[in-house]
Antibody, heavy 117, light 108 residues
């Protein structure tokens, strides 16, 4: 079975750094995209970025470029989403999802990130 | 276009048919997908590539597309279909991704 297992909830202060993870199993990790999707409480889904583990091709939402970094570790089939300096507006649920390039079919359970002073 | 537009809310009587739409220029070129999200859960893909059903999606869910508009139709809506529905697709450049704003479906 395909699984995307995300790291646990985080509570951080503005300006702090954070790296959350998405460990995958049940398929060939290099062959499919991993995307990160944000959902502010009570709001809709927002595509943030995606990475193709096979060649590390990476795309970012223009509104988030420079604020986040996505990466992968092929040896552990794990994808990461990282912030160097969090803002209060980064408070959200973050999902990883795997995709073919035309659709996303499996999702992680989500990681809740709370940023508050 | 850099966006996909959905109606914020739609309601349907139990057992009736409802259509949820998604508009965007990129849909003229790239296929649309639909996901269902219930409170406190991650999204679940229900339609991909405009009209394909993943295994596990009930037959009452169908998808279609015409011009710049994709549609998700539920024929004989059930109480358990009450959820938020999101369309998604590539953007017009083909390099980035878009989600629609979501449609909250209420089954009366």
């Amino acid at each position: 079975d395909v699984q995307l297992l995300q790291s646990g909830a985080e509570v951080k202060k503005p300006g702090e750094s954070l790296k959350i993870s998405c460990k995958t199993s049940g398929y060939n990790f290099p062959d499919l995209w991993i995307a990160w999707v944000r959902q502010v409480p009570g709001k809709g889904l927002e595509w943030m970025a995606m990475i193709y583990p096979g060649d590390s091709d990476t795309r970012y939402s223009p509104s988030l470029q420079g604020h986040i970094t996505v990466s992968v570790d092929k040896s552990t089939s794990t994808a990461y989403l990282e912030w160097k300096s969090l803002k209060a507006s980064d408070t959200a649920m973050y999902y990883c999802t795997r995709g073919t390039g035309y659709y996303f079919d499996d999702w992680g359970q989500g990681t809740l990130v709370s940023v508050s002073s | 276009s850099s966006e996909l537009t959905q109606d914020p809310a739609v309601s349907v009587a139990l057992g009736q048919t409802v259509r949820i739409t998604c508009q965007g220029d990129s849909l003229r070129t790239y296929p649309a997908n639909w996901s269902q999200q219930k409170p406190g859960q991650p999204p679940v893909l229900v339609i991909y590539y405009n009209d394909k059903r993943p295994s596990g999606t009930p037959y009452r869910f169908s998808g279609s597309t015409s011009g710049n508009t994709a549609s998700l139709t539920i024929t004989g809506a059930q109480a358990e279909d009450e959820a938020d529905y999101y369309c998604d697709s590539r953007d017009s450049s083909g390099h980035l991704w878009l989600f629609g704003g979501g449609t909250r479906l209420t089954v009366l």
